[in-house]
C-alpha cells in the first residue's frame, strides 16, 4: 500500500494590519487636510473682518500735524510700485485738504539703491504741489519698526499721539501693533476695496503679514533684524531680477 502523499506546508500569511494601517492614515489626511484648509480660510476671514472692523476711513475729520507715509515696494513709475503711489496720492490729498500739516515720508533703505523708497516717496510728494519744507524722509528705515523710530526722530515729540499713519489696510494692522496704538490709522481705501482690488491674492497677503506678526516673536531681535535687512537687499536689488513686477514689500 502506497505511503500516503504529504502536501508541502503553506508559508503563514502575513497580516493584514500594516495594510489597514495604511488605509486608516490616508483616511485620517483625506479629513484632516480639508479642515486645516478650512480653518485656514476662517482665520484668514476673520483677519480680514477685523481690519474692517476695527479700522477708521480713510478720510479724517479733523486736521493732524503729521502724516507718517509708509513706503510699500519700489516699481516703474517715479521709481515707485503701485502701493507706494496709492500712499503718496493719499497723502498728497489729505495734505491738499488741510487735514495735514506735515508729512514724514520713511521706509525703502537698501544697501543697492542709491536712493531709499522715503526719498521717492518725498519727491513724488513735491511733484504734486506738497511744498517742499512740509516733507520730510529719513534715509536708513527698512522694515515697519525702524520706519516708526525714524518717524518718531523726524517729527516733533508732541506730534506723535497725533500722527495720521498712511499705509495699505493690512499693513495698518501691524503698524498700529508696532507703533503700540499710538497714532491714527488711515488706510489708503478701506478693506472691502482692499478685497476686491487684490481678488484672491488677498490670502497671500493675509499670510505674508502672519509671517511678519510671528518672526519677531519667535526670532532673536538681532537675528530678525539681520534676516530681513538681507532679504531686502536681495529682494529688492535690480541685478537680481530686473524683469520682476514690483512686490509690496511694507517697507
Same mark, same amino acid.
Given at each position: 500500500m502506497p505511503?500516503?502523499?504529504?502536501?508541502?506546508?503553506?508559508?503563514?500569511?502575513?497580516?493584514?494590519r500594516p495594510a489597514r494601517?495604511?488605509?486608516?492614515?490616508?483616511?485620517?489626511?483625506?479629513?484632516l487636510l480639508p479642515a486645516l484648509l478650512a480653518a485656514d480660510l476662517l482665520g484668514t476671514m476673520l483677519y480680514l473682518a477685523w481690519g474692517a472692523l476695527s479700522l477708521p476711513?480713510?478720510?479724517?475729520?479733523?486736521?493732524?500735524?503729521?502724516?507718517?507715509?509708509?513706503?510699500?515696494?519700489?516699481? &516703474?513709475?517715479?521709481?515707485?510700485?503701485?502701493?507706494?503711489? @496709492?500712499? =503718496?496720492? #493719499?497723502? %498728497?490729498?489729505?495734505?491738499?485738504? +488741510?487735514?495735514?500739516?506735515?508729512?514724514?515720508?520713511v521706509g525703502g533703505s537698501r544697501s543697492q539703491r542709491a536712493e531709499p523708497g522715503a526719498a521717492l516717496?518725498? &519727491?513724488?510728494?513735491?511733484?504734486?504741489?506738497?511744498?517742499? @519744507?512740509? =516733507?520730510? #524722509?529719513? %534715509?536708513?528705515?527698512?522694515?515697519? +519698526?525702524?520706519?516708526?523710530?525714524?518717524?518718531?526722530?523726524?517729527?516733533?515729540?508732541?506730534?506723535?499721539e497725533q500722527a495720521l499713519l498712511i499705509g495699505g489696510p493690512l499693513h495698518l494692522l501691524r503698524i498700529r501693533h508696532i507703533t503700540g496704538g499710538v497714532g491714527t490709522p488711515a488706510p489708503v481705501h478701506g478693506m472691502g476695496q482692499?478685497?476686491?482690488?487684490?481678488?484672491?491674492?488677498?490670502?497671500?497677503?493675509?499670510?505674508?503679514?502672519?509671517v511678519a506678526w510671528a518672526a519677531p516673536a519667535v526670532l532673536p531681535a538681532a537675528v530678525h533684524r539681520r534676516w530681513i535687512k538681507r532679504w531686502r537687499d536681495f529682494w529688492d536689488n535690480p541685478a537680481s531680477h530686473p524683469s520682476a513686477p514690483a512686490t509690496p514689500r511694507d517697507a
Amino acid at each position: 500500500m502506497p505511503a500516503p502523499r504529504h502536501s508541502p506546508p503553506t508559508p503563514r500569511q502575513p497580516l493584514a494590519r500594516p495594510a489597514r494601517r495604511h488605509r486608516g492614515r490616508r483616511r485620517l489626511l483625506r479629513y484632516l487636510l480639508p479642515a486645516l484648509l478650512a480653518a485656514d480660510l476662517l482665520g484668514t476671514m476673520l483677519y480680514l473682518a477685523w481690519g474692517a472692523l476695527s479700522l477708521p476711513p480713510p478720510t479724517p475729520q479733523l486736521p493732524h500735524p503729521v502724516g507718517v507715509v509708509f513706503f510699500d515696494g519700489f516699481g &516703474a513709475r517715479e521709481g515707485l510700485g503701485a502701493g507706494s503711489l @496709492a500712499r =503718496v496720492e #493719499h497723502a %498728497a490729498a489729505l495734505a491738499r485738504a +488741510g487735514l495735514l500739516e506735515q508729512l514724514v515720508c520713511v521706509g525703502g533703505s537698501r544697501s543697492q539703491r542709491a536712493e531709499p523708497g522715503a526719498a521717492l516717496m518725498a &519727491a513724488a510728494l513735491i511733484r504734486r504741489g506738497i511744498p517742499a @519744507a512740509h =516733507v520730510r #524722509h529719513d %534715509a536708513s528705515s527698512f522694515d515697519t +519698526g525702524s520706519n516708526w523710530q525714524s518717524a518718531l526722530a523726524l517729527m516733533p515729540r508732541t506730534a506723535a499721539e497725533q500722527a495720521l499713519l498712511i499705509g495699505g489696510p493690512l499693513h495698518l494692522l501691524r503698524i498700529r501693533h508696532i507703533t503700540g496704538g499710538v497714532g491714527t490709522p488711515a488706510p489708503v481705501h478701506g478693506m472691502g476695496q482692499e478685497i476686491r482690488r487684490r481678488g484672491p491674492a488677498i490670502w497671500l497677503d493675509v499670510h505674508r503679514e502672519w509671517v511678519a506678526w510671528a518672526a519677531p516673536a519667535v526670532l532673536p531681535a538681532a537675528v530678525h533684524r539681520r534676516w530681513i535687512k538681507r532679504w531686502r537687499d536681495f529682494w529688492d536689488n535690480p541685478a537680481s531680477h530686473p524683469s520682476a513686477p514690483a512686490t509690496p514689500r511694507d517697507a
